[in-house]
């Protein structure tokens, strides 16, 4: 997968610009970047959803959405009637309809790929809930679990883990591990740097073009981060990051993340 030169954005906003990176097959790729870098817009154009304005964007060896099939990818935010009578299989169970056809309906394999790949992210216990009735970080587990039931090449996952407690959390990256060794090719985006470090393989840096691309042992780097997140940041002896907004000195306890927004100024 590769991106040469693109430039993207919105109306005549710009969210990217010369951006130029290649993945391998079989990367866990972290992204990452304070807010409104890019990173979704990065996903985005790798899923096919945002046309670049310029340059060249390749996935699996074609144009985006010629593999769509190939290619799982979640938003950061579902646009999703909550109160719509839809249960977590229902939902799950999208993630097979690429496979399916027009006319075709479940079958046996698909039924076991949903309840796999729910057990995979401990949910599926909840099979038949309807998903208005589940908790954050639990709908954000089923929309994992959709991803996963595609069995894709390339999973294209926007802050997958934001909003998840630390134990599913760990959980939820032994399996993205777990499918990168499979050669499938995993890009997340997150907020989570000092995960980004340990969990994953690869990091790339945004901040509306690349920043840093390389191993995940850099995000350790002040000057990296600080180029990625525009100085406003404290590096601490063992490298755990505090970026600090430079308007509001609230004691942050050790571990505490504050990002600074750029688009609040
Ligand atoms: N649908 C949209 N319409 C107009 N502008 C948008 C849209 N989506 C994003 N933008 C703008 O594009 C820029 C990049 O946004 P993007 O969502 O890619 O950032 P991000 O790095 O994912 O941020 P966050 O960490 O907050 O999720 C921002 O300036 C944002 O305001
Ligand atoms: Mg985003």
């Known amino acids: 997968m590769s991106l040469t030169d693109v430039s993207a954005g919105y109306g005549d906003r710009v969210a990217l610009e010369h951006v130029t990176v290649s993945v391998a097959r079989g990367s866990l790729l ?9 990173k979704s817009t990065l996903l985005k154009l ?3 959803l945002v046309e670049p304005w310029s340059g060249r964007v390749e996935i699996l060896g074609g144009p985006p959405g010629r593999e769509a099939r190939r290619v799982a990818y979640v938003p950061q935010a579902e646009l999703v009637d909550w109160g719509f009578p839809v249960t977590v299989e229902d939902v ?14 479940p079958g046996r394999e698909d039924r076991r790929a949903v309840v796999e790949a729910l057990a995979q992210v401990d949910m599926d ?39 998840i407690d630390p134990t599913t959390q760990e959980l939820l990256m032994d399996l993205l591990e777990a499918q990168a060794r499979r050669n499938r090719t995993v890009v997340a985006t997150t907020h989570d740097l000092a995960a980004a470090a340990q969990r994953f393989e690869q990091v790339l840096a945004i901040n509306r073009t690349v920043v840093a691309y390389g191993p995940a042992g850099m995000l350790l780097d002040a000057d990296v981060l600080a180029k990625a997140y525009g100085g406003h940041l404290l590096v601490l002896p063992g490298g755990a990051a505090i970026l600090d907004d430079a308007h509001h000195h609230d004691d942050a306890a050790p571990g505490e993340r504050h990002f600074h927004d750029r688009d609040a100024h």
């Open 30 to 38: 972290a992204v990452v970047g304070p807010n409104g870098a890019g």
């Open 46 to 48: 790798m899923a096919g």
């Open 92 to 105: 799950v169970m999208m993630g097979r309809f690429p496979r399916l056809g027009p006319v075709r309906r």
């Open 125 to 163: 216990h909840h099979l038949g809930t309807q998903i208005g009735r589940l908790s954050g970080g639990q709908r954000r587990r089923v929309f994992l679990a959709r991803a996963l039931a595609a069995e894709p090449d390339l999973f294209l996952l926007d802050e997958p883990v934001t909003g």
